[in-house]
Structures are given as C-alpha cells and as structure tokens.
T-cell receptor
Framework: AQSVTQLGSHVSVSEGALVLLRCNYSSSVPPYLFWYVQYPNQGLQLLLK??????LVKGINGFEAEFKKSETSFHLTKPSAHMSDAAEYFCAVSVSRAAGNKLTFGGGTRVLVKP | EAGVTQFPSHSVIEKGQTVTLRCDPI?????LYWYRRVMGKEIKFLLHFVKESKQDESGMPNNRFLAERTGGTYSTLKVQPAELEDSGVYFCASSPAGANTIYFGEGSWLTVV
C-alpha cells in the first residue's frame, strides 16, 4: 500500500517570496506523482505530474516539482508567490498501471499569501 | 470540451434521508472514479468504474452507499440513509482508457444535519 505525507497543513508566505510545499510518499513500486490545487469554491485542478523521465517537472502557473527517489520526495516550489496562489494543495501518488489510476492523497496544505 | 460535471453542487439533508449525487464524466472517458473528503481528513478513494463495470469498490465505507453507472455514461452515488459522518465533499473524476491523469469535477458538498 502507498501513502503520502504533506508536511504542514497550513503555510503562510509573503507575496513575492518562495513557495515550498513538502510531500513525501511511500510506495513499493515506482510511483506516478501528482500535485493538485483547489482554489476556493472550485474543484481539483492538476498542477503537474511525474510519470517517467526527467525528474524536474514543470507545471502550470509557474510551479515545479522535483522527484527524488532516494528521498522519496516530490516537493512543490514556486520562486515568487502571487496573491492568486492562495489555495489548498494536494500531493497524490498512484501505482496502478492497469485499468485506470487510483490516487492516494496527502492531507493537503493550505497556502495563505500575505501582501 | 465540457469537463466533469457534478450535481448538485451543494445539498443539505437531515439524518436518515436519502441523497443521490450525479456525475457526468468527460465524453469518451471509460474510467470514472468517486472520491470524498470528510471534514479535516484526506481525500479518499471510494470506487472506480470501467465503463459500466465496478473495477474497484474497496473504498466504499459501508452498504449505505450505492454507486451505479448506467450504460457506461453518467454515474450516481446514493447514500441511504445518510448519517452525520457522511458530511463532506464528494468528488467525481474521469480519465480515458490507459491514461495516467484523471480529471476532477468541482465536487458535491453534502451536509447532513
């Protein structure tokens, strides 16, 4: 079975500062890794994903994440926070290769951006 | 192209009543999933359809929950009778066959009072 741990349920950053959201996973097989974002009163939107290949993955809205197998991590970063980044972010892992993908989510990290 | 749509967006019902949530996946997507997030907890997998067949229903909490997918198109999730602990957000998602990305709807917010 796989699991995901997101360190910090709430993160507060100043506008223009670095955003760093931590995600560690456990999986017995090579994982697929995802970051989703939920803006207020909206659904889950895919930010980026890692499946195979390059370990540094770029996503939408200036976010990127790096898969580090040795550390079982997939931390999400953005160099400069914007007010519109205020949302809840979810890290997820999938290991199913057959009929579809079953996601296991972390607990989520709510980001507050201060002006 | 329309995304995953869910109805109702919000529902408030009394304990013991029945609620039916509907999900329309993206057209052509064989895979349909239900997830939910109860207050303060993680988003948890409920079940997975491939076309009209239940592929995996290991996350269904108990027999008060019944999911169907008529003709491999839309899906319904019925909760009968609803309990207070069923309150939360129910997400539907879909993906094409063989794809590794699933697309979520906006969720159905259920409050049981």
């Amino acid at each position: 079975a796989q699991s995901v741990t997101q360190l910090g349920s709430h993160v507060s950053v100043s506008e223009g500062a670095l955003v760093l959201l931590r995600c560690n996973y456990s999986s017995s097989v090579p994982p697929y890794l995802f970051w989703y974002v939920q803006y207020p009163n909206q659904g889950l939107q895919l930010l980026l994903k890692y499946t195979t290949g390059a370990t540094l993955v770029k996503g939408i809205n200036g976010f990127e994440a790096e898969f580090k197998k040795s550390e079982t991590s997939f931390h999400l970063t953005k160099p400069s926070a914007h007010m519109s980044d205020a949302a809840e972010y979810f890290c997820a892992v999938s290991v199913s290769r057959a009929a579809g993908n079953k996601l296991t989510f972390g607990g989520g990290t709510r980001v507050l951006v201060k002006p | 192209e329309a995304g995953v749509t869910q109805f109702p967006s919000h529902s408030v019902i009394e304990k013991g009543q029945t609620v039916t949530l509907r999900c329309d996946p993206i057209s052509g997507h064989d895979n349909l999933y239900w997830y939910r997030r109860v207050m303060g907890k993680e988003i948890k997998f409920l079940l997975h359809f491939v076309k009209e067949s239940k592929q995996d229903e290991s996350g269904m909490p108990n027999n008060r929950f019944l999911a169907e997918r008529t003709g491999g198109t839309y899906s319904t999730l019925k909760v009968q009778p609803a309990e207070l602990e069923d309150s939360g957000v129910y997400f539907c998602a879909s993906s094409p066959a063989g794809a590794n990305t699933i697309y979520f709807g906006e969720g159905s917010w259920l409050t049981v009072v």
